[in-house]
């Protein structure tokens, strides 16, 4: 790790003040991609803000037909909210199965979508419960947000403040894991709400993606069934020394009608 | 029994420290006016290079950049491998040379050619950055099969052909004329995957040098230290034996990757003369990934050859062995002595012939991990004699009844050159079939089926040779030491006992098992006794922990000092009570007069040896403290049988296991809980490597799992509960009839996991470790 300067703030306002005087600063949140990136001499940030401070941030509450989870929430708050377990008890699964228990007592919704890890978890719950991120000066729906491998439609020092996610009428999400680092090989999250159903896949792809032919399956026939014989085209799909692009493909099937299954408990 | 003497499941008195905070590893211990080293890397597996230090030599806080050349122009030799083969054509295997430095050619990612030495770790770091080092990348090899064909990259120019050594054991014409007769030939390739050890505490030294005396004191994470100073005091030279002193402090773990003498060690002690300042290393992880030694990596062609009636006429071998870039400290015995002696496994096999040839490959050296060699001889011979069940429609329990060594067969000569001193193999075969409940397994086969999951059984009948070693055996075979082991027993003058042992606990438990057998042995209170090891300056010399040799080897050393403490006790206590010594009897800590009930308990001999005021003088010096060292007689042979069944879900290719049973023969047991924990952490680790763990490079050398990221290790959640039981066959021939059970579950579990998911899925084509993908793949070949 390199030198760099630590600030804690404690407001929004002062957040994204000390990140745009920087020279090069970034936010920190739970830091558990930033910090192992530095100590390999990765990334040479001159500045971190540390958000841990920053209240407003934090916090899980009902508004509505929706949760609203703040950016610096972990994934452990998500995981055992009452809230969250009994509106979008999916996205309390979905959080209690992210890495270890060291890294969901760490890590924080909003650092995981800004940094769009392609096999992170929470994209897949972004996109597919068609939750709205807010940032320090706009909102951004789901199918806008992730733009790319580790790209987002964040502008330089545009921060995460929340995500807003729909209640759905039902939804599920089934992962399997990496086994080493027990992120998504493939997840997939499934919802059915107020427009309609959504299937959406992590791991498998440079970023999240949707399966417009499960969606219209699963329109008419919300059932396990109805996905099993669609699959994506392994070409374009990641490949690596744990999975192939065959095998993801494969696995995007298996994953999406094991999330239906269990949508429909 | 008492409650804390033999036999009985004492709580590790260790343990309190290290949970509460208060063990010492090495990274916790600093000293005044310490600096950093920070060693430059080769990122290219294979490359010519040159190197400028000057730029870092500016950098603030630097103390000193060393390169290869710097070391050779001290004079200080090279690494060595302490085990020389000869091989099939008599002449002894190549050893290129390995400096402590790379001096214009690095021959693995992680090959070391230079150190910078600065005031803090973050400024050795920066300064390492700006050590420019000019690379000309070079064609790498990196598996064996690649590395042996003609026109591969050569790792070495003194080894032609990357070839290390060519070696056999074994009688061929016998082997070949008992495949002529045969009625069924089960041949197929066995891949046994490379692992890395990953110790949780990694690799480091510490050093400082004290120019009063001249004297070097080296901290480092060992698992022998006494071996790490005779190899730097002998071979590079550093220091006389008299003049350094290794310490060896709280280890957290080695799995046989701390046994090795690394240049890391040796460049810091080094420094530390030279800058007249203690030096201090730790690796980071990433280091631990690509320097600590490797293990297993093997391909073999295996042949086993059946009568009519399944019984093994002869078992043919062929097997390729990754030594990596360079032989490490004890590289070569690895894939030789404790693997091509070990295909007797557990049977009659009446031929057996193995051929191994050692390789050079631009990968990181090969040593032994947990088991070395003994886990991949198990898993040629157990995945051999499954799939040669399967063939021919026998039983997998019932073809090994047909060819195990009876019990009433021992001792047993095998066909490759071990002598089997003691064993009762359909003993634990039958207990393993109790615990599994073998009868039960159709009917949870049919339950597994019916919610669309394949379960398979897989059996696993191993043999290791442990308590190494006969000194006089292992020197006729090429070992550069003896392999005895030592002790010191010393009474204090108020009663209480410290024990010097030349084993190395780092997580065995050896403060616990030693201080019961001292206590069973004495009458002394176990919590009187303290075990004293890791330090040269304290301990006799000592060869060290592996090969599951501590209580056979180390404990029995302390027997036979023990030995001589009660004769010595049995002199005082005959002068004191005034009696003949034939006539006095030592029981429960107490000396008695035969017949009567005069009596003196080892206190007070102990008080009186220390204060001879009423003493024996013209015959018995004063004191109450004796050594002694053990060499064994034999290895010993624990066996066993392990069945492992699993679940696989055919539409991912996972694997869970769902039941595991051990039935092991350890001889006799010291402290059951301790040797319990052992099973597991070996089933683990063996379970790691079957399911999980597989080092993988890529075509250029890189190392695609250098970190926790890639490289997958087993967590509790691999495991189920273990069903466990023991067989007692005590060691005829130590005294204590202990045999080591350190190794065993790392030995027996490969075999058991892939003779199960194979039986699962239907299809023997399946390598370690089996991740889902693979096993999916298997899968759909079978439809």
Request: with cysteine; glycine share 10%; charged share 20%.
């Amino acid at each position: 790790m390199y030198a760099f300067n630590y600030q804690r703030p404690t407001s929004l306002d002062a957040a994204v003040k000390a990140v745009a005087a920087a020279e090069d600063g970034k936010y920190l949140a739970g830091g558990m991609t930033l910090i192992p990136t530095m100590k390999q001499r990765l990334a040479q940030p001159s500045d971190l803000v540390d958000l841990g401070r920053v209240v407003e941030l934090s916090g899980i509450r009902r508004d509505g037909d929706a949760l609203v989870i703040g950016a610096t929430t972990t994934h452990a708050e998500v995981a055992a909210s009452e809230e969250v377990r009994s509106h979008i008890p999916a996205l309390g699964h979905l959080a209690d199965h992210i890495g270890d228990p060291a890294v969901r007592a760490r890590g924080t919704l909003g650092g995981s979508i800004a940094n769009a890890d392609p096999a992170a978890d929470y994209p897949a719950a972004v996109v597919g419960l068609g939750a709205t991120v807010e940032t320090n000066t706009r909102s951004i729906a789901a199918d806008e947000f992730f733009t790319g491998l580790f790209e987002t439609a964040l502008g330089d020092d545009e921060l995460v403040t929340a995500v807003r996610f729909p209640i759905p009428k039902r939804a599920g999400y089934a992962k399997f894991p990496n086994p080493a680092s027990r992120y998504a090989v493939v997840g997939v999250m499934v919802s059915e709400g107020a427009d309609g159903v959504r299937v959406a896949v992590t791991g498998a792809g440079p970023s999240v993606f949707r399966v417009a032919e499960m969606e219209q399956a699963l329109a008419g026939n919300f059932s396990p069934a109805a996905v099993e014989r669609i699959s994506v085209p392994a070409s374009g799909l990641n490949s690596d020394i744990h999975a192939s692009d065959e095998y993801r493909a494969h696995l995007v099937t298996v994953m999406a009608k094991r999330a239906v299954a269990a949508a429909a408990g | 029994m008492t409650d804390t003497g033999i036999g009985a499941p004492v709580r590790r008195k260790e343990d309190y420290r290290f949970v509460t905070g208060n063990g010492r590893y090495l990274d916790d211990m600093n000293r005044p006016g310490q600096c950093y080293a920070y060693f430059v890397r080769s990122p290219y597996a294979h490359a010519s290079f040159t190197v400028d230090t000057s730029a870092a030599s500016k950098m603030p806080g630097v103390q000193a950049v060393y390169t290869g050349a710097d070391i050779a122009a001290s004079g200080l030799g090279g690494l060595i491998c302490g085990w020389t083969i000869t091989q099939k054509n008599g002449e002894p295997h190549i050893a290129p040379p390995h400096p402590l430095l790379a001096l214009d050619t690095v021959r693995h990612v992680g090959d070391t050619l230079a150190v910078v030495i600065a005031d803090t770790y973050h400024g050795a770091k920066d300064a390492a950055e700006q050590v420019v080092v000019e690379y000309e990348a070079l064609p790498a090899v990196t598996s064996v099969t690649e590395a042996v064909k003609k026109g591969a990259p050569q790792v070495h120019a003194e080894a032609p052909g990357n070839l290390c050594y060519d070696w056999e054991i074994g009688d061929k014409a016998t082997t070949d004329a008992a495949f002529e007769k045969a009625a069924h030939v089960t041949r197929f390739e066995v891949v046994n995957n490379r692992v890395i050890p990953n110790a949780i505490e990694p690799r480091a030294a510490l050093a400082e040098y004290d120019s009063g005396s001249d004297e070097i004191t080296l901290y480092t994470t060992s698992q022998n230290p006494h071996v790490a100073r005779l190899v730097i005091s002998a071979f590079i030279q550093l220091a006389p034996e008299n003049k350094l002193r290794v310490v060896a402090p709280d280890v957290g773990g080695g799995f046989g990757s701390k046994i090795f003498i690394y240049l890391e060690e040796c460049v810091t002690a080094w420094a530390a003369r030279n800058l007249k300042r203690p030096v201090k290393w730790t690796a980071e992880r990433s280091e631990s990934f690509m320097t600590d030694a490797h293990g297993r990596d093997h391909v073999s062609n295996v042949e086993l050859a059946l009568d009519g009636d399944g019984k093994f006429l002869g078992l043919r071998v062929s097997t390729l062995a990754n030594m990596g870039a360079y032989l490490s400290t004890f590289a070569s015995c690895v894939p030789t002595y404790l693997y091509a002696t070990l295909m007797q496994g557990q049977y009659t096999t009446s031929a057996i012939y193995c051929e191994v040839k050692a390789v050079f490959t631009h990968t990181t050296p090969v040593d032994a991990v947990r088991g070395a060699g003994r886990p991949e001889a198990t898993y040629v011979v157990e995945r051999a004699v499954e799939e040669a069940a399967r063939e021919l429609k026998l039983d997998p329990a019932e073809i090994r009844r047909r060819n195990f060594i009876q019990a009433d067969a021992f001792p047993y000569q095998t066909q490759v050159a071990l002598l089997y001193d003691s064993g009762n193999y359909p003993g634990t075969l039958d207990k393993a079939l109790d615990l599994i409940d073998y009868d039960g397994f159709a009917k949870r086969r049919e339950s597994s089926e019916s919610a669309g999951k394949l379960r398979g059984i897989g059996f696993s009948s191993y043999i290791e040779a442990c308590g190494i070693a006969p000194s006089s055996v292992v020197g006729s075979l090429g070992a550069g030491v003896g392999l005895y082991e030592s002790a010191q027993v010393r009474f204090n003058p108020t009663g209480n006992v410290i024990v010097y042992t030349g084993s190395h606990s780092h997580g065995q438990g050896h403060e616990t098992t030693f201080a019961q057998l001292v206590s069973d042995r004495l009458g002394v209170p176990f919590d009187q006794i303290e075990i004293v090891h890791g330090d040269t300056a304290k301990i006799p010399f000592a060869m060290g922990t592996y090969g599951s040799r501590s209580l056979a080897v180390g404990g029995s050393a302390i027997s036979k000092a023990i030995d001589k403490i009660i004769a010595k006790g049995k002199k005082i206590a005959a002068h004191t009570l005034e009696a003949a010594v034939e006539d006095i009897e030592f029981e429960n800590g107490n000396f008695t007069v035969a017949g009567t009930d005069k009596q003196m308990d080892i206190a007070s001999v102990a008080f009186s040896a220390y204060v001879p005021h009423n003493y024996p003088s013209d015959e018995l010096e004063p004191g109450l403290d004796e050594s002694a060292f053990y060499d064994p007689a034999n290895f010993t042979f624990p066996f066993g049988t392990h069945v492992c069944e699993v679940e696989v879900d055919p539409e991912t290719g996972e694997t869970q296991i769902v039941r595991w049973a051990a039935a092991d023969d350890f001889g006799n047991i010291v402290n059951p809980m301790i040797v319990e924990g052992q099973v597991h952490g070996g089933v683990a680790h063996g379970v790691g490597q079957a399911l999980l763990e597989g080092c993988r490079f890529d075509d250029s050398g890189q190392l695609l799992t250098g970190s926790y990221m890639d490289y997958a290790m087993p967590r509790a959640d691999t495991l189920p509960p273990m069903q466990i039981a023991t067989q007692v066959t005590p060691c005829p021939h130590n005294p204590l009839g202990v045999k080591g059970c350190g190794e065993a579950g790392a030995i027996a579990a490969p075999a058991a996991v892939m003779n199960a998911i194979t039986d699962a899925i239907g299809t023997r084509d399946l390598t370690m470790p089996a991740t889902p993908e693979k096993v999916w793949r298997a899968i759909q070949s079978t439809r």
